[in-house]
């Protein structure tokens, strides 16, 4: 049950890590940073966590709990001092930083009937649906094998 451990903020974060880290129990979604930081504290509080969210401007405040133990250019990772708690956060949000990866990629949104307009894409990203979308699912896939080819070719990601 380890994946219980797992706690993606939004609907489209737990599809994202659900398609690209496949379990048999799938992953502990929860609705927003307070709700991820609430399990954490509460329902976790002396077991291992990793919560998976947006790196928005303003945190909750047992964020500043945590310290940075490495980044890429979107992606922070946070490590408690005094507990087996992990933070990954997305810079930009999710939304941004799956248009971001499509086009690094090459890869044309419309194919899989999503916006490339950040705000229509937004839109799309917060439907409740968007936790089973399997266009979004053929999308994270299709985002994979690109950069997967990109790093067999020798080229680096920015991620």
Same mark, same amino acid.
């Given at each position: 049950? =380890? ?20 379990? +048999? ?6 609705? $927003? ?9 509460? @329902? ?22 945590? =310290? ?10 946070? &490590? ?14 999710? %939304? ?6 499509? &086009?690094?990629? @090459?890869?044309?949104? @419309?194919?899989?009937?999503?916006? %490339? ?8 990203? &917060? ?18 094998? +690109?950069?997967?080819? +990109?790093?067999?070719? $020798?080229?680096?990601? @920015?991620?």
């Amino acid at each position: 049950m =380890a994946e219980l451990y797992i706690i993606p903020e939004c609907y489209v974060d737990t599809n994202l890590i659900e398609t690209l880290v496949p379990t +048999a129990k799938g992953y502990n979604h929860q609705k $927003g940073c307070n709700n991820v930081v609430k399990v954490m504290k509460e @329902k976790l509080s002396d077991k291992f966590a990793v919560g998976i969210v947006d790196k928005d401007k303003r945190q909750v405040s047992y964020v500043n709990e945590f =310290a940075e133990i490495g980044h890429t250019d979107s992606l922070y990772f946070y &490590k408690h001092p005094d507990k087996a708690h992990f933070l990954i956060m997305i810079d930009p949000a999710v %939304d941004r930083f799956i248009l971001k990866c499509a &086009k690094e990629e @090459k890869v044309e949104m @419309k194919q899989f009937d999503l916006s %490339d307009e950040l705000r229509s894409f937004t839109a799309q990203t &917060k439907q409740v649906s968007s936790k089973e979308d399997t266009n979004f699912k053929k999308l994270f896939h299709e985002i994979k094998s +690109a950069e997967m080819k +990109a790093l067999i070719d $020798g080229q680096t990601s @920015k991620l």
